[in-house]
């Protein structure tokens, strides 16, 4: 406990006993169960050509419309079912990252989730075999109206894949292949060891999730020493790290091949659901910003006595007397700004917090970063990080609760309803992160906080368009030249520096060169470009949050609203119907820019 509410989340109430539940296994069985009754029902009406025959006569069409609806609801079903396990084992994972049983659960996970992806393979084929108009009257008469746009996605995609029986042998090959090369990731992670020493002289071996907020410390001397070591770590398991990332983009280049795909972008953008572009105009905004940053970064740089920030430098405090939150101090002050927007943004929070959906304990053993994970069945969310109590861990932990209160209002639609796209999750992540950081700036009377707070705001501007825009730069690159062949560790880290000084305008000093190697987000194998969603996210909040400060408490409702809308449209529809703006031109995302730069310029004037 810490105080009133406790740094250490409850998972007993999802599935009592850990990585050694009966309770879980049996969900598992019971699903798997379910998954080959589905298949089997598939089989049977592929090789009878059920849908495909349902317009030859009414009985026919009777029979397609029952089977379309007894196997959408058996997909919903056991899609909420996978996603509750796949986010337990996760939990168990990122808690204890030698939990050895935790691992064979997630390997099992992914095994049973393959089974799945085979037999959506199989819906699939029958979505697509149904005659147009009878796929049209199913979707206005039957139950199945709700989802009808994830309905419609999926048909429209498979039309683009390959056949069913391959698209099925890839799944069940990416268990051991694809997914497998992912968890190498995590037991290299696991194993990342990280020497100190501390004021006193005494040495400590640090985990990768400890030794990440070192990088973050008021002491310069303490982050040059940290990133020195992290660096070096780093680079030392560069050759067995550059292993498993160039498998997991070999594997995806071939599978486009074989789809005919020439885009490395087409899976991540129809992932998020949006055209190319819309990003292409979000870059566009961003880049414009970045003479407004230089100047932040020369001043900051200046502040620190030092004549060109190095990577440690970006997102340390300029203060070495910052604030340190305790925890209850941080929950009471989200939920009371939460309050001011929404109370039932703040109710929702604050049950978080006192039911133990939190993990913040800082410990060993731990996975680096934080996330928010969903329970779509138990109607429940759980959300990991590492408090610290610095003022970015606060942002943080606001930042988590956003994703989970988007998931809590979307609690009663259908499963296939709740599904909603990355960047559209961190909108409503980076909306919350933002009610907190503003409020903070704006109520502090002491100056020397008013300017950290609002550093930190500004900081968050340079992580997106800057660092992330990196991340992008190099990933692209890196399936370009992945195509010629492997791409060694030292090329990755060329790679790397040449986006970062690219992204950063030349404003760093020392690079980050095996930032390749340190981020998870690159070895993640549910989303490729595991980034440009997080600038997409800030920048849309941006200018909901415009509108919410515009409108006041009216707007609560509509900002609802649009959440719950995030699974059943295209990002430029949502925008349309909710905002009344189009994504694709430039004059949206240069609005929501023109929020980072009025903070920016307030940081100035306080720093002349």
Aim: proline share 3%.
């Amino acid at each position: 406990m810490s105080g009133n509410y406790p740094i250490t989340w409850e998972l007993d109430s999802i599935y009592p006993g850990g990585s050694s539940s009966e309770a879980f296994k049996n969900e598992l069985s019971g699903t798997e169960r379910d998954i080959a009754a589905l298949i089997a029902s598939l089989e049977e009406a592929a090789k009878a050509g059920s849908c495909a025959e349902a317009a030859v006569s009414e009985d026919a069409k009777f029979q397609a419309h029952a089977l379309l609806t007894a196997w959408t609801e058996a997909v919903q079903s056991i899609t909420l079912r996978l996603r509750e396990a796949d986010s337990f084992v996760a939990c168990l994972m990122s808690q204890n990252m030698k939990d050895t049983a935790a691992n064979g659960l997630n390997d099992r996970v992914k095994t049973i989730s393959a089974r799945m992806l085979g037999a959506l393979t199989k819906f699939d084929a029958q979505l697509v075999a149904v005659p147009d108009q009878i796929w049209q009257s199913w979707l206005a008469e039957g139950p199945a109206g709700p989802a009808a746009f994830a309905l419609a996605e999926r048909r429209d995609a498979a039309r683009e894949k390959l056949s069913p029986a391959l698209e099925e042998l890839a799944g069940d090959l990416a268990v051991d292949g694809y997914h497998g090369w992912g968890e190498l990731y995590n037991t290299i992670v696991s194993r990342a060891k990280f020497q100190v020493t501390e004021a006193d002289g005494t040495s400590r071996v640090l985990s990768a999730g400890q030794m990440h907020n070192r990088l973050f410390d008021a002491d310069r001397a303490v982050r040059e020493a940290a990133m020195a070591e992290w660096e070096r770590e780093w680079s030392d398991l560069g050759e067995l790290i550059a292993e498993p990332l160039n498998r997991l983009g070999g594997f995806r280049l071939k599978l486009y091949g074989h789809r005919n795909w020439t885009n490395v972008l087409k899976e991540p953008l129809a992932i998020n659901r949006m055209s190319e572009a819309t990003l292409n105009a979000m870059w566009a905004a961003v880049e414009e910003s970045k003479p407004d940053l230089v100047r932040y970064m020369e001043r900051k740089a200046k502040l620190l006595g030092i004549p060109k920030l190095d990577w440690h430098d970006v997102e340390a405090p300029i203060s070495s007397t910052t604030k340190t939150v305790p925890f209850d101090e941080a929950a009471a002050f989200i939920v009371e700004r939460f309050r001011q927007f929404s109370p039932d943004m703040a109710e929702f929070s604050e049950m978080a917090f006192r039911d133990g959906w939190i993990e913040a304990e800082d410990r060993a053993g731990k996975r680096p970063g934080g996330f928010c994970t969903s329970f779509p069945k138990s109607e429940q969310t759980r959300i990991f990080m590492t408090y610290s109590g610095t003022a970015s861990n606060v942002s943080t932990l606001a930042h988590e609760l956003g994703h989970a209160y988007h998931q809590h209002v979307m609690n009663d639609l259908p499963p296939l309803a709740q599904d909603y796209a990355m960047n559209v999750a961190e909108t409503a992540s980076t909306f919350a992160e933002m009610l907190v950081s503003d409020a903070a700036v704006k109520l502090t009377d002491d100056d020397g906080e008013k300017l950290a707070l609002l550093e930190d705001k500004v900081q968050r501007a340079v992580a997106f368009f800057m660092n992330i825009h990196a991340r992008f730069l190099f990933e692209t690159r890196f399936y370009a030249k992945r195509k010629e062949g492997l791409v060694t560790a030292e090329e990755l880290s060329e790679l790397m520096e040449e986006a970062q000084r690219e992204a950063f305008s030349g404003q760093l000093g020392s690079v980050h060169p095996s930032f390749w190697a340190s981020k998870l987000h690159f070895y993640l194998t549910d989303v490729p470009f595991y980034n440009f969603p997080y600038t997409f996210g800030f920048l849309f909040s941006s200018g909901i949050y415009a509108r919410a400060q515009r409108e006041g408490e009216a707007f609560a409702e509509r900002y609802v609203a649009l959440l719950r809308d995030t699974g059943r449209m295209t990002v430029e529809e949502l925008a349309k119907k909710h905002l009344g703006v189009d994504l694709e031109q430039p004059d949206f995302w240069r609005e929501a820019v023109a929020l980072t730069k009025a903070d920016i310029e307030q940081f100035l004037a306080m720093t002349e």
